[in-house]
């Protein structure tokens, strides 16, 4: 894996988590609850994303 293939992967898996949560974060405050579960996949390493 080269390093800007790991950085792409970084910022598809690890950012959008981050914003994820800084969007729905108020709103869950705000009801008293709520949660994330977050999922990941090795599918975006790889160029293939026919899974058929």
């Known amino acids: 894996m080269t390093i800007d293939l790991w950085r792409k992967a970084q910022a598809v898996d690890v950012e959008a988590i ?9 709103g869950m405050r705000a009801a008293g609850w ?19």
């Open 18 to 26: 981050l914003l994820f949560a800084r969007a729905f974060a108020p």
């Open 34 to 52: 709520g949660r994330i579960v977050n999922t990941g996949s090795g599918i975006t390493t790889t160029q293939n994303r026919d899974l058929t």
